[in-house]
T-cell receptor
């Protein structure tokens, strides 16, 4: 079992829909990250969380430390949101290296 | 500062050849990381520098791999005697602290034929 599991693996939505991507982890962590990767490889950091909730524009990230679970929500989705969304953690024993989930491929259709 | 730069963006090489990739981190960032990503997978940790010191090297890195960060600025990742299994995207990232907000480069896609 991977240390970081994401669901779903693939998600197709219509423009305007509310999107939720889930991440579960099995280790103690010092931080959890949500990242966005577009075709071609570039990765953009969206959020770093250690507790609670963060919001940036139409993106909201939450984390429940007790349940070892985080969610990324996208409100009013748009085709430009189409990308791979990756959850990654700094596990307790290492504050520097990231352990990544496999990613969720989101496609938003117009 | 334009972010983390990686060069080249793409590299095609014949099996057995040596290749070297370069990463220029954000200038204020003293922490630098290399990751490798294969198709359909999340990136995997390869190595970590704090300034010029290489503090951890993953067991994924065989003796054919070496990374340096002279003077704590740019970093190079060299692969000797490349194999087809080395084909992957090699990603560099940098940060100011641990854990930190990471800035990733666009990656170097290596294809070994």
């Amino acid at each position: 079992k991977n240390e970081v599991e994401q669901s779903p693996q693939n998600l197709t939505a219509q423009e305007g829909e509310f999107i939720t991507i889930n991440c579960s982890y099995s280790v103690g962590i010092s931080a959890l990250h949500w990242l966005q990767q577009h075709p071609g490889g570039g990765i953009v950091s969206l959020f770093m969380l250690s507790s609670g909730k963060k919001k940036h524009g139409r993106l909201i990230a939450t984390i429940n430390i007790q349940e070892k679970h985080s969610s990324l929500h996208i409100t009013a989705s748009h085709p430009r949101d189409s990308a791979v969304y990756i959850c990654a953690v700094n596990s307790g024993g290492s504050n520097y290296k990231l352990t990544f989930g496999k990613g969720t491929l989101l496609t938003v259709n117009p | 500062d334009t972010g983390v730069s990686q060069d080249p963006r793409h590299k095609i090489t014949k099996r057995g050849q040596n290749v070297t990739f370069r990463c220029d981190p954000i200038s204020e960032h003293n922490r630098l990381y290399w990751y490798r990503q294969t198709l359909g997978q999340g990136p995997e940790f390869l190595t970590y520098f704090q300034n010029e010191a290489q503090l951890e090297k993953s067991r994924l890195l065989s003796d054919r791999f070496s990374a340096e960060r002279p003077k704590g600025s740019f970093s190079t990742l060299e692969i000797q005697r490349t194999e087809q299994g080395d084909s992957a995207m090699y990603l560099c990232a940098s940060s100011l602290k641990d854990p930190g907000g990471y800035t990733f480069g666009s990656g170097t896609r290596l294809t070994v034929v």
